[in-house]
């Protein structure tokens, strides 16, 4: 059975209704971020779909050096603090290094570790320290049953309000491959389960200087992953994903986003009435 992680008035997993964690990929600006988490609580409101805010201050990560970041730290968790009071919903972003943890943790309503660094203990457990819910990527380089580990260092750390997100795997080759299967070993575990749409597409470093996408599929693999009785689905979005600063082809623009949403609020109902 899988466990229930609230949030708020916000439920993840047992046989509750997926959550949407959506946002750009970055903070571009702080009045586009305003802007478009204006427009999703509107959305998730009118469709009656549990919202968690997601955008990241710093992508540490990016394929060039060149390639721009975001606002950073504190000026980033300044426009997250913004939203949250602003638009009322609980916000969402990306640690990087142990000294991030404890100013976000006062910002952040969940703490999220990138798929890169999900192997990192001493991030690992300053996340899980602050008794804050910590969603972590499962890299794209691990197993869905290579999770233990990852579920071990929390609860040794005395946490147990721990997300799981799946991201597609790696075979090399500028691609990742979606396995399905992947969700139900994960949930056994007893946590809940989040599919990211988004990455699950992108094509790291497939335009050279930068990673690419096929945006296009993102909603066939999310009605697949509620299909599968997922327990929450990640989507970054962007009213102009070709000029994104980050991610954009893989980006769902925010103009499809509620005709998706419908879809999946539908098949979510089948799935767990």
Not at 78 to 91: D, F, N, R, T
Request: with cysteine; net charge positive.
């Amino acid at each position: 059975m899988v466990r229930t992680i609230k949030l708020n008035h916000i439920s993840f997993g047992g046989n509750h209704p997926f959550v949407l964690i959506a946002g750009p990929c970055v903070i571009e600006s702080k009045q586009g971020a305003l802007k478009i988490a204006e427009v999703l609580k509107k959305i998730t409101t009118r469709l009656k779909i549990p919202f968690v805010f997601k955008a990241s201050y710093d992508k540490a990560n990016r394929t060039s050096i060149h390639s721009f970041r975001g606002p950073g730290l504190y000026e980033g968790l300044k426009v997250l603090a913004e939203i949250k009071a602003k638009i009322g919903v609980p916000v969402l972003s990306d640690v990087h290094d142990v000294y991030q943890v404890q100013v976000a943790s006062e910002v952040l309503d969940i703490l999220q570790i990138p798929a890169f660094l999900c192997r990192q203990t001493d991030l690992m457990v300053a996340a899980a320290k602050t008794g804050k819910i910590v969603n972590v990527k499962k890299g794209q380089f691990l197993a869905p049953w290579d999770v233990a580990g990852i579920i071990k260092k929390m609860e040794e750390a005395g946490n147990r309000r721990l997300l799981l997100t799946e991201r597609g795997v790696s075979f090399g080759y500028n691609n990742l491959v979606s396995d399905f299967r992947a969700l139900d070993v994960m949930r056994k575990s007893g946590y809940p389960v989040i599919f990211d749409a988004s990455h699950s597409v992108q094509q790291p470093g497939g335009l050279g200087h930068a990673s690419g996408g096929k945006s296009e599929y993102i909603p066939l693999l999310a009605r697949c992953a509620v299909a599968a009785g997922v327990d929450g689905i990640f989507l970054e979005t962007h009213s102009n994903p070709s000029k994104a600063l980050s991610d954009g082809p893989n980006m769902l623009p925010l103009a499809e986003l509620e005709g998706l949403l419908k879809d999946l609020v539908a098949i979510d109902r089948i799935v767990k009435k």
